[in-house]
């Protein structure tokens, strides 16, 4: 399995702000994908990452509010940007390994709360 | 896209005794399929996982068996642990132009009573 961090583990940020989360993962992986869960809700990805590549987002979601950068096979971050209370949530990032191993690990989360 | 059902969203049961969650998917490309336990405040950890091209798979007290014709999948916990307390997701994922494209399933809320 691939170990994987995450910074912040949360925070509270005002409206209109924006918030960088950082993702590191343990060994070099081929796709990174972010997901938001909202309080006893499951996981939506909002977008997948490949090193290089434009990051594909999913339908209601959009690059000027979510911006990615996966600079490297190890790290990705997502700006969460113009923050707005609705956008209070646990934000997830995960990886797997391309190929024949198709399990997604993920990070610990961000907690974060917009006043 | 894929749509994923999952059933029931509560699940109570005594200590020792089995508890069964199911899952229905709707695309039939969907070829592997994991399932996620989730403590409060825990990021999500793999528990078991199944591919299409097998019925059934135990890892001592936790089995997930696929009916593919059916589009179903289920995970069965037998004899249930305080520690099981848990969401348990499951999720179906399909090859989307070179990644794999995960899609959960909206969780149940397994309680174990001592």
């Known amino acids: 399995s691939a170990v994987i961090s995450q910074k912040p583990s949360r925070d509270i940020c005002q409206r209109g702000t924006s918030l960088t989360i950082q993702c590191q993962v343990d060994?070099?992986?081929?796709?990174m994908f972010w997901y938001r869960q909202q309080p006893g809700q499951s996981l939506t990805l909002i977008a997948t990452?490949?090193?290089?590549?434009?990051?594909?987002?999913e339908s209601g979601f959009v690059i000027d509010k979510f911006p990615i950068s996966r600079p490297n096979l190890t790290f990705s971050t997502l700006t969460v940007s113009n923050m707005s209370p609705e956008d209070s949530s646990i934000y997830l990032c995960?990886?797997?390994?391309?190929?024949?191993?198709?399990?997604?690990?993920f990070g610990p989360g961000t907690r974060l709360t917009v006043l | 896209g894929e749509n994923v059902e999952q059933h029931p969203s509560t699940l109570s049961v005594q200590e020792g005794d089995s508890a069964v969650i199911k899952c229905t998917y709707s695309?039939?490309?969907?070829?592997?399929f994991p399932w996620y336990k989730q403590e409060l405040g825990k990021r999500p950890q793999l528990i078991i996982d199944?591919?299409?091209?097998?019925g059934e798979k135990k890892d001592q007290r936790i089995a997930v068996t696929l009916n593919k014709t059916a589009k179903h999948f289920s995970l069965h916990i037998t004899e249930t642990q305080p520690e099981d307390s848990a969401v348990y997701f499951c999720?179906?994922?399909?090859?989307?132009?070179?990644?794999?494209?995960?899609?959960f399933g909206t969780g149940t809320k397994l309680q174990v009573i001592p």
């Open positions: 199944i591919r299409s091209n097998v």
């Open positions: 990452a490949n090193q290089g590549s434009e990051a594909t987002y």
């Open positions: 060994s070099q992986v081929t796709m």
């Open positions: 695309d039939s490309a969907s070829n592997y």
């Open positions: 999720a179906a994922t399909i090859d989307s132009g070179g990644y794999q494209k995960v899609t």
């Open positions: 995960s990886a797997d390994r391309g190929g024949s191993t198709d399990t997604q690990y």
